[in-house]
Protein backbone atom coordinates (compact mmCIF):
# COMPACT_ATOMS: atom_id res chain seq x y z
CA UNK A 1 0.00 0.00 0.00
CA UNK A 2 1.20 3.05 -0.80
CA UNK A 3 2.12 5.97 1.45
CA UNK A 4 2.00 9.11 -0.08
CA UNK A 5 -1.34 10.39 -1.23
CA UNK A 6 -2.82 9.12 -4.57
CA UNK A 7 -1.30 10.57 -7.54
CA UNK A 8 -4.34 12.20 -9.84
CA UNK A 9 -3.50 12.19 -13.66
CA UNK A 10 -5.59 13.40 -15.99
CA UNK A 11 -6.24 10.86 -18.70
CA UNK A 12 -3.26 11.41 -21.40
CA UNK A 13 -0.35 9.33 -22.17
CA UNK A 14 1.07 10.02 -19.09
CA UNK A 15 -1.35 8.61 -17.39
CA UNK A 16 -1.58 5.67 -19.26
CA UNK A 17 2.43 4.56 -18.85
CA UNK A 18 2.45 5.26 -15.49
CA UNK A 19 -0.59 3.28 -14.49
CA UNK A 20 0.52 0.66 -16.67
CA UNK A 21 3.88 0.83 -15.51
CA UNK A 22 1.97 -0.12 -11.84
CA UNK A 23 0.04 -2.51 -13.53
CA UNK A 24 2.63 -4.70 -15.18
CA UNK A 25 4.92 -4.71 -11.75
CA UNK A 26 1.61 -5.92 -9.95
CA UNK A 27 0.27 -2.95 -8.19
CA UNK A 28 -2.90 -1.72 -8.25
CA UNK A 29 -4.58 1.32 -10.09
CA UNK A 30 -7.70 3.20 -10.18
CA UNK A 31 -9.35 3.83 -13.64
CA UNK A 32 -12.66 5.20 -15.32
CA UNK A 33 -15.22 3.22 -17.07
CA UNK A 34 -18.36 4.30 -18.45
CA UNK A 35 -20.10 2.56 -15.11
CA UNK A 36 -18.17 3.77 -12.41
CA UNK A 37 -14.26 4.35 -11.75
CA UNK A 38 -12.42 0.72 -10.92
CA UNK A 39 -9.71 -0.30 -9.15
CA UNK A 40 -7.72 -2.44 -11.36
CA UNK A 41 -5.15 -5.10 -11.22
CA UNK A 42 -3.66 -7.68 -13.59
CA UNK A 43 -6.17 -10.53 -13.35
CA UNK A 44 -3.39 -13.26 -13.98
CA UNK A 45 -1.55 -12.26 -10.56
CA UNK A 46 -2.86 -13.51 -7.49
CA UNK A 47 -0.72 -11.35 -5.21
CA UNK A 48 -2.26 -8.23 -7.15
CA UNK A 49 -5.63 -8.86 -7.19
CA UNK A 50 -5.08 -9.50 -3.28
CA UNK A 51 -3.94 -6.03 -3.01
CA UNK A 52 -7.53 -5.24 -4.50
CA UNK A 53 -9.20 -6.59 -1.80
CA UNK A 54 -6.42 -5.46 0.85
CA UNK A 55 -7.01 -1.77 -0.25
CA UNK A 56 -10.90 -2.53 -0.21
CA UNK A 57 -10.97 -3.56 3.04
CA UNK A 58 -13.57 -6.43 2.15
CA UNK A 59 -14.18 -8.24 4.86
CA UNK A 60 -15.17 -11.37 2.56
CA UNK A 61 -14.42 -12.55 -0.82
CA UNK A 62 -16.88 -11.43 -3.98
CA UNK A 63 -15.79 -13.07 -7.85
CA UNK A 64 -14.67 -9.84 -9.53
CA UNK A 65 -15.35 -8.32 -12.97
CA UNK A 66 -12.25 -9.00 -15.47
CA UNK A 67 -12.27 -6.54 -18.58
CA UNK A 68 -10.57 -7.36 -21.77
CA UNK A 69 -9.65 -5.58 -25.17
CA UNK A 70 -12.28 -7.09 -27.21
CA UNK A 71 -14.41 -9.98 -28.14
CA UNK A 72 -11.13 -12.11 -29.21
CA UNK A 73 -9.61 -11.22 -25.97
CA UNK A 74 -12.58 -12.44 -24.12
CA UNK A 75 -12.91 -15.81 -25.62
CA UNK A 76 -9.44 -16.92 -24.92
CA UNK A 77 -10.39 -16.62 -21.13
CA UNK A 78 -14.26 -17.87 -21.52
CA UNK A 79 -16.12 -20.27 -23.45
CA UNK A 80 -18.88 -18.64 -25.46
CA UNK A 81 -22.31 -20.14 -26.32
CA UNK A 82 -24.87 -18.82 -28.68
CA UNK A 83 -26.30 -16.61 -26.69
CA UNK A 84 -23.18 -15.87 -25.12
CA UNK A 85 -22.29 -14.53 -28.44
CA UNK A 86 -25.14 -13.06 -29.59
CA UNK A 87 -25.18 -10.46 -26.50
CA UNK A 88 -21.22 -9.71 -27.07
CA UNK A 89 -22.12 -8.84 -30.56
CA UNK A 90 -24.78 -6.55 -29.52
CA UNK A 91 -23.41 -4.62 -26.35
CA UNK A 92 -19.89 -5.35 -26.51
CA UNK A 93 -17.91 -2.59 -25.99
CA UNK A 94 -20.26 -1.15 -22.93
CA UNK A 95 -21.74 -2.02 -19.51
CA UNK A 96 -22.62 -5.43 -19.89
CA UNK A 97 -20.85 -8.42 -17.83
CA UNK A 98 -21.41 -11.98 -19.26
CA UNK A 99 -20.89 -15.38 -16.57
CA UNK A 100 -19.01 -17.83 -18.37
CA UNK A 101 -17.39 -20.89 -18.08
CA UNK A 102 -13.59 -20.15 -17.94
CA UNK A 103 -11.49 -22.31 -19.54
CA UNK A 104 -9.10 -23.97 -17.36
CA UNK A 105 -5.73 -22.99 -19.38
CA UNK A 106 -6.27 -19.42 -19.08
CA UNK A 107 -4.36 -18.09 -16.63
CA UNK A 108 -6.48 -15.90 -14.23
CA UNK A 109 -5.92 -16.50 -10.82
CA UNK A 110 -8.27 -18.30 -9.12
CA UNK A 111 -8.94 -15.17 -6.53
CA UNK A 112 -10.35 -13.38 -9.10
CA UNK A 113 -13.41 -16.01 -9.71
CA UNK A 114 -13.24 -16.81 -6.17
CA UNK A 115 -12.66 -20.20 -6.93
CA UNK A 116 -15.52 -20.56 -9.22
CA UNK A 117 -15.28 -22.14 -12.68
CA UNK A 118 -16.89 -19.91 -14.04
CA UNK A 119 -15.92 -16.06 -14.76
CA UNK A 120 -17.46 -12.42 -15.40
CA UNK A 121 -16.08 -10.65 -18.15
CA UNK A 122 -16.56 -7.18 -20.36
CA UNK A 123 -15.13 -5.01 -22.60
CA UNK A 124 -15.83 -2.02 -21.48
CA UNK A 125 -16.43 1.02 -23.81
CA UNK A 126 -14.59 4.49 -21.94
CA UNK A 127 -11.41 5.66 -23.34
CA UNK A 128 -9.17 5.37 -20.35
CA UNK A 129 -10.06 1.58 -19.52
CA UNK A 130 -9.53 0.43 -22.91
CA UNK A 131 -6.00 2.26 -23.35
CA UNK A 132 -4.65 0.88 -19.95
CA UNK A 133 -5.87 -2.58 -20.80
CA UNK A 134 -3.99 -1.89 -24.26
CA UNK A 135 -0.66 -0.42 -22.77
CA UNK A 136 -0.54 -3.22 -20.06
CA UNK A 137 -1.51 -5.72 -22.24
CA UNK A 138 -3.12 -7.66 -19.01
CA UNK A 139 -6.86 -8.68 -18.28
CA UNK A 140 -7.97 -6.48 -15.64
CA UNK A 141 -9.86 -7.55 -12.33
CA UNK A 142 -11.85 -4.19 -11.41
CA UNK A 143 -14.21 -3.83 -8.48
CA UNK A 144 -15.71 -0.05 -7.69
CA UNK A 145 -13.02 1.78 -6.18
CA UNK A 146 -13.97 2.54 -2.93
CA UNK A 147 -13.49 1.12 0.30
CA UNK A 148 -16.08 -2.19 1.05
CA UNK A 149 -19.17 -0.58 2.09
CA UNK A 150 -18.84 2.47 0.62
CA UNK A 151 -20.88 4.05 -2.34
CA UNK A 152 -19.33 3.26 -5.73
CA UNK A 153 -17.37 6.27 -7.15
CA UNK A 154 -18.42 8.01 -10.10
CA UNK A 155 -15.38 10.71 -10.34
CA UNK A 156 -11.67 10.50 -9.41
CA UNK A 157 -12.09 12.85 -6.41
CA UNK A 158 -15.06 10.50 -5.06
CA UNK A 159 -11.75 7.56 -5.07
CA UNK A 160 -9.51 9.90 -3.26
CA UNK A 161 -11.90 10.50 -0.74
CA UNK A 162 -12.39 7.08 -0.26
CA UNK A 163 -9.38 5.16 -0.91
CA UNK A 164 -6.80 8.18 0.00
CA UNK A 165 -2.98 6.69 0.27
CA UNK A 166 -4.73 2.73 0.01
CA UNK A 167 -4.45 3.74 -4.45
CA UNK A 168 -1.00 4.67 -5.54
CA UNK A 169 -2.73 6.37 -9.01
CA UNK A 170 -6.04 7.22 -9.98
CA UNK A 171 -6.61 8.22 -14.02
CA UNK A 172 -8.66 11.29 -13.48
CA UNK A 173 -11.08 11.30 -16.65
CA UNK A 174 -14.34 13.36 -14.96
CA UNK A 175 -17.62 11.99 -14.30
CA UNK A 176 -18.57 8.63 -15.37
CA UNK A 177 -21.37 8.51 -17.62
CA UNK A 178 -23.52 5.46 -16.15
CA UNK A 179 -22.87 6.25 -12.73
CA UNK A 180 -24.11 2.61 -11.92
CA UNK A 181 -22.67 -1.09 -12.59
CA UNK A 182 -22.92 -2.68 -14.98
CA UNK A 183 -25.85 -5.33 -15.98
CA UNK A 184 -24.43 -9.08 -14.83
CA UNK A 185 -26.06 -11.87 -17.42
CA UNK A 186 -25.38 -15.79 -16.68
CA UNK A 187 -27.05 -17.55 -19.55
CA UNK A 188 -30.56 -15.75 -19.65
CA UNK A 189 -30.84 -14.45 -16.30
CA UNK A 190 -29.89 -10.75 -14.67
CA UNK A 191 -28.14 -11.41 -12.08
CA UNK A 192 -27.82 -7.46 -11.14
CA UNK A 193 -29.42 -5.36 -13.20
CA UNK A 194 -27.41 -2.10 -14.84
CA UNK A 195 -27.30 0.24 -17.50
CA UNK A 196 -28.36 -2.32 -20.56
CA UNK A 197 -31.47 -2.70 -19.68
CA UNK A 198 -34.08 -6.12 -19.72
CA UNK A 199 -35.75 -4.79 -22.69
CA UNK A 200 -32.94 -4.38 -24.36
CA UNK A 201 -31.05 -7.40 -23.44
CA UNK A 202 -35.11 -8.42 -24.76
CA UNK A 203 -34.15 -7.30 -28.11
CA UNK A 204 -31.21 -10.09 -28.29
CA UNK A 205 -32.75 -13.43 -26.27
CA UNK A 206 -35.68 -13.88 -24.19
CA UNK A 207 -34.08 -13.18 -20.93
CA UNK A 208 -35.59 -13.59 -17.24
CA UNK A 209 -34.57 -11.45 -13.94
CA UNK A 210 -32.84 -13.00 -11.83
CA UNK A 211 -34.76 -15.44 -9.45
CA UNK A 212 -32.07 -15.41 -6.95
CA UNK A 213 -31.89 -12.23 -6.51
CA UNK A 214 -28.74 -10.75 -6.90
CA UNK A 215 -27.44 -10.38 -3.30
CA UNK A 216 -25.22 -7.14 -2.78
CA UNK A 217 -23.91 -7.52 0.59
CA UNK A 218 -20.10 -9.23 0.01
CA UNK A 219 -19.77 -13.07 0.87
CA UNK A 220 -23.43 -13.24 0.22
CA UNK A 221 -23.71 -14.75 -2.78
CA UNK A 222 -24.36 -18.45 -3.18
CA UNK A 223 -21.53 -18.76 -6.20
CA UNK A 224 -18.55 -18.77 -3.89
CA UNK A 225 -16.19 -22.46 -4.29
CA UNK A 226 -16.81 -24.12 -1.23
CA UNK A 227 -14.66 -27.12 -0.68
CA UNK A 228 -16.30 -30.78 -0.58
CA UNK A 229 -14.74 -32.09 2.63
CA UNK A 230 -15.23 -30.83 6.22
CA UNK A 231 -13.13 -28.09 7.27
CA UNK A 232 -11.58 -27.23 10.69
CA UNK A 233 -10.36 -23.96 11.58
CA UNK A 234 -7.79 -22.96 14.05
CA UNK A 235 -5.61 -26.21 14.01
CA UNK A 236 -1.55 -26.41 14.95
CA UNK A 237 -1.21 -29.87 13.66
CA UNK A 238 -3.23 -32.14 11.46
CA UNK A 239 -5.37 -34.56 12.93
CA UNK A 240 -5.83 -38.07 11.20
CA UNK A 241 -6.93 -38.10 8.18
CA UNK A 242 -6.23 -34.27 7.44
CA UNK A 243 -5.19 -32.11 4.82
CA UNK A 244 -3.43 -29.33 6.82
CA UNK A 245 -3.23 -26.09 5.10
CA UNK A 246 -0.39 -23.86 7.15
CA UNK A 247 0.06 -19.90 7.76
CA UNK A 248 3.25 -18.99 9.17
CA UNK A 249 4.41 -20.68 11.93
CA UNK A 250 2.14 -23.78 11.45
CA UNK A 251 3.64 -25.77 8.83
CA UNK A 252 1.26 -27.90 6.60
CA UNK A 253 1.08 -29.90 3.46
CA UNK A 254 0.60 -26.65 2.15
CA UNK A 255 0.49 -23.18 3.40
CA UNK A 256 -1.22 -20.08 3.08
CA UNK A 257 1.95 -18.12 3.79
CA UNK A 258 5.51 -19.27 5.52
CA UNK A 259 6.18 -15.29 6.54
CA UNK A 260 2.42 -15.00 8.01
CA UNK A 261 1.92 -11.97 4.81
CA UNK A 262 -2.20 -12.07 4.88
CA UNK A 263 -1.62 -10.55 1.29
CA UNK A 264 0.23 -13.23 0.06
CA UNK A 265 -2.38 -15.80 2.22
CA UNK A 266 -5.01 -14.08 0.75
CA UNK A 267 -3.70 -14.59 -3.04
CA UNK A 268 -2.84 -18.61 -2.52
CA UNK A 269 -6.50 -19.01 -0.22
CA UNK A 270 -8.86 -20.75 -3.18
CA UNK A 271 -5.92 -22.75 -4.91
CA UNK A 272 -5.10 -24.13 -1.42
CA UNK A 273 -8.48 -25.27 -0.84
CA UNK A 274 -8.40 -26.97 -3.90
CA UNK A 275 -6.01 -28.46 -3.77
CA UNK A 276 -6.61 -29.88 -0.59
CA UNK A 277 -9.98 -30.61 -2.22
CA UNK A 278 -8.23 -32.91 -4.47
CA UNK A 279 -6.04 -34.50 -1.38
CA UNK A 280 -6.35 -37.91 -1.05
CA UNK A 281 -7.26 -37.24 2.48
CA UNK A 282 -10.71 -37.10 3.74
CA UNK A 283 -10.81 -33.98 6.08
CA UNK A 284 -9.29 -30.57 6.02
CA UNK A 285 -7.31 -28.38 8.68
CA UNK A 286 -6.24 -24.77 8.24
CA UNK A 287 -3.88 -22.96 10.63
CA UNK A 288 -5.10 -19.53 12.66
CA UNK A 289 -4.87 -16.82 9.81
CA UNK A 290 -4.02 -13.35 11.40
CA UNK A 291 -7.34 -11.01 11.55
CA UNK A 292 -6.00 -8.26 10.20
CA UNK A 293 -6.09 -6.13 6.95
CA UNK A 294 -7.33 -8.21 4.40
CA UNK A 295 -7.11 -11.45 6.72
CA UNK A 296 -10.73 -10.54 7.88
CA UNK A 297 -11.53 -12.00 4.31
CA UNK A 298 -9.49 -14.85 4.89
CA UNK A 299 -11.31 -15.57 7.95
CA UNK A 300 -15.12 -14.72 6.74
CA UNK A 301 -14.31 -17.07 3.89
CA UNK A 302 -12.74 -20.05 5.84
CA UNK A 303 -15.54 -19.89 8.24
CA UNK A 304 -18.17 -20.31 5.43
CA UNK A 305 -16.83 -22.91 4.19
CA UNK A 306 -16.35 -24.80 7.54
CA UNK A 307 -19.97 -24.68 8.22
CA UNK A 308 -20.79 -26.14 4.53
O1 LIG B 1 -19.64 -1.68 -13.82
C1 LIG B 1 -19.00 -2.60 -13.29
O2 LIG B 1 -19.27 -3.77 -13.50
C2 LIG B 1 -17.86 -2.21 -12.37
C3 LIG B 1 -16.80 -1.51 -13.22
C4 LIG B 1 -15.57 -1.19 -12.44
O3 LIG B 1 -16.51 -2.31 -14.33
N1 LIG B 1 -17.32 -3.36 -11.70
C5 LIG B 1 -18.00 -4.03 -10.74
O4 LIG B 1 -17.31 -5.10 -10.23
O5 LIG B 1 -19.10 -3.72 -10.35
P1 LIG B 1 -17.63 -5.81 -8.87
O6 LIG B 1 -16.43 -6.65 -8.58
O7 LIG B 1 -18.03 -4.85 -7.82
O8 LIG B 1 -18.85 -6.75 -9.20
C6 LIG B 1 -18.63 -8.10 -9.26
C7 LIG B 1 -19.93 -8.85 -9.17
C8 LIG B 1 -19.97 -9.74 -7.97
O9 LIG B 1 -20.58 -9.14 -6.86
C9 LIG B 1 -20.80 -10.87 -8.45
O10 LIG B 1 -22.15 -10.57 -8.21
C10 LIG B 1 -20.60 -10.88 -9.93
O11 LIG B 1 -19.96 -9.72 -10.29
N2 LIG B 1 -19.79 -12.01 -10.36
C11 LIG B 1 -18.47 -12.02 -10.63
N3 LIG B 1 -18.07 -13.23 -11.02
C12 LIG B 1 -19.15 -14.02 -10.99
C13 LIG B 1 -19.39 -15.39 -11.28
N4 LIG B 1 -18.40 -16.20 -11.68
N5 LIG B 1 -20.64 -15.85 -11.13
C14 LIG B 1 -21.64 -15.05 -10.73
N6 LIG B 1 -21.48 -13.74 -10.43
C15 LIG B 1 -20.26 -13.24 -10.56
MG1 LIG C 1 -18.89 -2.37 -5.67
Same mark, same amino acid.
Given at each position: ???????????? #??????????????????? @???????????????? *?????? /????????????? !?? *?????????? %????????????????????? $?????????????? +????????? %??? !????? /??? /??????????? *? #???????????? !? %???? $???????????????????????????????????????????????????????? &????? !???????????????????????????????????????????????????????? @??????????????? &???? #?????? +??? #?
Amino acid at each position: MAAQPPLLYAFG #NLAIDRAAAIIRAGGIVAV @PTETVYGLAADARNAQ *AVAQIY /AAKGRPSFNPLIV !HV *ADLAAAKAIA %VFDDDALALAERFWPGPLTLV $LPLRPDAGIASLVT +AGLDTIALR %VPA !HRAMQ /ALI /AASTAPLAAPS *A #NMSNGISPTRAE !H %VAAS $LGARVPLIIDDGATMAGVESTIVAGRTILRPGPVTAEMLGDVLPVMPGTTAHVSAP &GQLAT !HYAPTKPLRLNAREAGPDEWLIGFGEVAGNDTLSLDGDVVEAAARLFDALHRADAS @PTARIAVAAVTETGV &GVAI #NDRLRR +AAH #N
